[in-house]
């Protein structure tokens, strides 16, 4: 098979959750462990660092895969879904697993993935392993698909693991509340694996408390540690002022409060979302428990790595502006705790009147995001070309029940079209609404 006949043959032949739903979620390990088996265990022959959550692990997990890449180290990153390509899933120094590999990597497996019946996922994962074994990565750091307990990438005894946050998301796979999302995503937590949670909720603490201590993981919240706070924004990058309690991290360019005995200096970073404020906590004290472990991560790296992360990586979709007169920004926050942030931060830029072009997936509860957007906006209502994409017409439909009123035009990019026809040079587009809009997105 060539390029092309492979991906038809991974898209249409194993059960795939970004385009089908529920249908490709497995709920158990065994699948991957059969196929990791098969390659020689791959999952065993590289360094990691393990990064789940509800929202924040993508923009994390590529945060620190520049970082390390900065340091001077051959760093694997895998992460899910692609927006455009299916070879972005699998990188290393920032270049993506190259088409003849894919090729290969089915060609020489094809028989057994015909046997075993993997799901896109659970062989996307081996791929990535087979991958970082096979050019002897320093390190990989590898984002959870969903979850973590029963995520196929589970695989791994990594050297850290990091749990970004806890919210409302994929519900019926995970549990109805905070405590048994947390449950789920403390699932990656290991024996003796240090683990870093970003942001201390009241709800879910006591269970990442629990699951380190049966595991006699040691555990820090980072945000007890780490106050990152956004003072500017430059030329699409985004300016912090970090504060550190304990004082342990880049000495070389930190001011001492002496009343409040803390360490205070800037940063640049590359990811301009307000909320990359919730990121970054985890993130440094990720960076600081490796060099714990003697990795090398200079000052230098850690500050070039998190201003040129999209540079480095190929990030892109997170608070993306795509054309200014008018304003046209994308993200792809797509839950309730996402979708705070995105209204928070457009409620900073001056514009006339707002417009969203929006598309979501059917199996999700969406009215919570759409009892928060405002009412004065103009909508178009769009989506995505997947199975799973719920019908503009439906979701039209079930924002005018509350308040909103719009155009219907299932293609994007006419969408897009039409909002920037429509607009003012004074007004402000936004596109979102799902990852999968994002990523039909032409121009990004």
Not at 270 to 291: A, D, F, H, T
Not at 408 to 430: G, H, Q
Request: net charge negative; aromatic share 10%; with cysteine.
């Amino acid at each position: 098979m060539n390029y092309q006949e492979t991906l038809d043959y991974l898209f249409n032949s194993l059960p795939m959750f970004q385009r089908v739903g529920a249908s490709a979620f497995r709920k158990d390990l065994r699948s991957t462990i059969a196929l990791c088996n098969h390659l020689g265990n791959p999952e065993r022959k590289f360094k990691s660092i393990h990064v789940a959550g509800t929202n924040g692990k993508g923009s994390s997990s590529h945060s620190l895969a520049a970082i390390f890449q900065s340091a001077g180290y051959k760093t694997g990153l895998y992460t899910s879904p692609h927006l455009k390509s299916f070879t972005e899933r699998i990188r290393i120094n920032g270049l993506e697993i190259s088409p003849d590999l894919v090729v290969q990597f089915v060609e020489e497996n094809k028989t057994f993935l015909d046997e075993l019946k993997p799901s896109f996922f659970e062989m996307t994962v081996g791929m990535a392993f087979w991958h970082f074994a096979q050019q002897e990565v320093d390190i990989a750091i590898i984002e959870v698909g969903m979850g973590g307990n029963f995520d196929s990438t589970n695989v791994i005894t990594p050297e850290l693991s990091l749990i970004t946050n806890i919210g409302f998301d994929h519900v019926q796979f995970l549990g109805d509340t905070l405590p048994l999302i947390a449950g789920e995503k403390a699932g990656i937590i290991k024996a003796n694996v240090p683990v870093v949670i970003s942001e201390t909720h009241e709800e879910t603490s006591s269970v990442f408390l629990e699951k380190a201590k049966k595991m006699n993981a040691p555990i820090t919240f980072a945000d007890e540690k780490w106050k990152a706070e956004k003072i500017a924004e430059e030329d699409g990058r985004a300016r912090y002022q970090i504060n550190s309690k304990k004082a342990v991290f880049l000495s070389g360019k930190t001011q001492t409060t002496a009343a409040a005995k803390e360490k205070s200096f800037d940063l640049t970073f590359g990811l301009n979302g307000n909320y990359q404020k919730y990121n970054l906590p985890g993130i440094l004290e990720s960076v600081s428990q490796m060099r714990h472990m003697g990795w090398s991560l200079p000052d230098e790296a850690v500050f070039e790595g998190l201003k040129n992360v999209t540079e480095l990586t190929g990030l892109k979709g997170r608070w993306q502006t795509l054309s200014l007169n008018p304003t046209v920004i994308c993200d792809t926050g797509h839950n309730e705790a996402g979708f705070r942030e995105i209204l928070s931060q457009l409620e900073t830029y001056n514009y006339e009147q707002s417009w969203f072009v929006i598309g979501m997936v059917q199996d999700k509860d969406i009215s919570k995001v759409l009892s928060m957007l405002p009412k004065s906006a103009n909508y178009v209502f769009c989506e995505a070309k997947l199975p799973r994409a719920l019908p503009a017409v439906q979701l039209a439909e079930k924002a005018l029940s509350m308040g909103l009123k719009g155009d219907i035009i299932p293609d994007i990019n006419e969408a897009l079209a039409f909002a920037r026809k429509n607009a003012d040079k004074d007004d402000l587009i936004f596109v979102g609404g799902s990852t999968f809009v994002v990523a039909e997105i032409e121009e990004l």
